[in-house]
């Protein structure tokens, strides 16, 4: 499995962006699709996840209301569409895939098994 993410740069705040991941091999559908970010000096956070068919998604409080996480399984593509940007939202942004967990959106990084590469997201005040 590979994971790329693209869409990031550099916005005023206020702004939006969407950014995209897509992912090779045959188990996307069957996988949940998160999203996290990680700001120099600071751990990777949870930003938000989707399960499989997209019924159900998870974020987390500082960008709910903010950010959109869709997916379309046929173009093996998640998304996240993100409103309102604000300089504290400056990070590299990376999409994860779960294969283990079908059913349940785990919020924790270890719990992801591939990863993309980031894509860096800079929000200028």
């Known amino acids: 499995v590979q994971l790329q993410a693209s869409g990031g740069g550099l916005v005023q705040a206020g702004d939006s962006l969407r950014l995209s991941c897509v992912a090779s091999?045959?188990?996307?559908?069957?996988?949940?699709m998160g999203w996290f970010r990680q700001a120099p000096g600071k751990e990777r956070e949870f930003v938000g996840a989707?399960?499989?068919?997209?019924?159900?998604?998870k974020y987390a409080d500082s960008v709910k209301g903010r950010f959109t996480i869709f997916r379309d399984n046929a173009k093996n593509t998640v998304y996240v569409q993100m409103n309102s940007l604000q300089p504290e939202d400056t990070a590299v942004y990376y999409c994860a895939q779960d294969i283990s967990h079908s059913t349940v959106i785990l919020t924790t990084a270890v719990d992801y098994d591939y990863w993309g590469q980031g894509t860096q997201v800079t929000v200028s005040s």
């Open positions: 989707i399960s499989r068919l997209g019924g159900r998604i």
């Open positions: 091999g045959r188990t996307f559908s069957n996988s949940v």
